[in-house]
């Protein structure tokens, strides 16, 4: 498209004000940070492009002034960049008679006026430091790594402007953070559920996902943008977890990766779990990295846990071997004949084999480095029944696996450090 007819299709669109639903603009008043909780699909990653994009421009009625220097959070750099940037809801697919250039080497998107937004990663918090803003997007918030730095070094360099704001976007999930910022004076909180947004997602989307999750704790959590706390008779306590989650490992001793093959490989089939874990010099157990994926054949799976098992320089893959027997092991055999494999098999239910796992966590053993949101969620909704989803706890299962490894008699490697 030519630079006039993109010009001249840019002023024939409606602002966003006119287009928007009144859960999608930011909301009146005096406040530091609005809290735009929605579930998938809701609308919560336009309402942040566009407010940005206002931001950014000067363009009333959602902004009085030009904001000059904007930052933008996400999980990772890849997320910034895909989702924020350059997904279809993100920064760039928005109308402009100009568009905003990335310059990826720089980590920033250059808006025609010269304002800039900055892209950043919740996996490193100190690269907040030395910047200055007077204005923030964050999207994802209950998935950031290592959330409670971030949040408290954008707070930190949120010193520019007359009163610099940022809008959080997120699905939620309870995490401290997010329980927080819902509770202080100076957020404002806007709900969305994926149906107000129905007309805008693929045909028959909204009818299926309502169909399979309607009414259970994922469906009010992901459709229906709720804040769901951990069952009462859930195994493992999200509290305990994050009382002893770490930024870093210290030398381990041991690392090993396990998998959980799924019996099928359909993109409805259970997940093929795959959890690494390190044992510390101090005898304690972190839990490195979740890998799992649903609709993974065996070949994919098996070259996922080996990238898992090089990437960490790990010691063994343990591997369950209910479903498929010594095809399992042969399987990754034949990926990587000279990674040394340990079978398992499970000869007890899935909520006797996990409960000495959680017994450490109660003893304050078992540390996560990071954020493992998805196998966090799996772990606090796990009780006597399973899952409320009906799943299979693939992810609390491969970890399960991983703990025992390491926490059983064992010979102990070389040291090393990640």
Known sequence: MGRQPRRV????????AALARPAQLPPPGDWRQWLLIGGRGSGKTRAGAEWVRALALGLAPLAGRVHGRIALLAETLGDAREVMIEGESGLRGLHYETPPVFEATRRRLVFANGAVAQIFSSEDPDALRGYQFDAAWGDELAKWTHAEDCFDNLQLALRLGVSPRMALTTTPRAVPLLKRLMAEPGTRVTHMRTAENRAHLAPGFFEAMQARYGGSRLGRQELDGELVEGREDALFDRATIDRNRRRTAPALRRVVVAVDPPATATHRSDACGIVAAGLGEDGQVYVLADRSRRGLKPPEWAARAVALFGELEADRLVVEVNQGGDMVTSVIQAVAPHVPVSSVRAMRGKWLRAE???????????????????????MC???????????SPDRLDALVWAVTALTAPAQTPRIRSL
């Open 381 to 391: 909704d796990f009780g006597p029944d399973g899952l409320s989803t009906g799943r």
């Open 356 to 378: 000495p796992v959680a017994a450490l966590y109660e003893q304050n053993r078992v540390h996560h480095v990071g954020s493992l949101a998805e196998l966090e969620d799996e």
């Open 9 to 16: 299709l840019a002023r024939a669109m409606p602002e966003w």
